[in-house]
């Protein structure tokens, strides 16, 4: 093997080791986050599978209900903020369903109504 064939090896060995010294791992995958519990319609033992929530505070939060907000948990005193902070990103506030209207009954088109 002649002088120039070494000199090109041993370029391509520190040209690949540059290439892989700056090659970075793969992130590991996320942990899927756990699914939010809805305030207006979690069961007493979600609510209380929460940090902080006991039987008394998730009885609270039930009888409040409906909450159009998370925040409502402080601003109605149902916990203090501190408390909110750790279960904030836990929970959210879905707007319950809407009642759906009886509609009015009408008469056929050209009767009259009834008085």
Not at 31 to 56: C, F, K, T, W, Y
Not at 69 to 79: D, M, S
Request: aromatic content about 4%; overall charge positive.
């Amino acid at each position: 093997m002649g002088l120039k064939a070494i000199a090109a090896l041993l370029v391509l060995v520190l040209w690949m080791s540059v290439g892989w010294a700056q090659q970075k791992p793969a992130p590991a995958p996320a942990q899927p986050a756990a699914p939010q519990i809805d305030l207006n319609a979690a069961s007493r033992d979600d609510l209380m599978n929460l940090e902080g929530i006991g039987e008394v505070r998730a009885d609270a939060i039930i009888r409040a209900r409906p909450f159009k907000a998370k925040t409502e948990l402080v601003e109605r005193r149902l916990i203090p903020e501190s408390l909110y902070e750790k279960i904030a990103d836990k929970v959210m506030a879905r707007p319950p369903p809407a009642a759906t209207p009886t509609p009015a009954t009408r008469p056929p088109a050209g009767q009259q109504r009834r008085t």
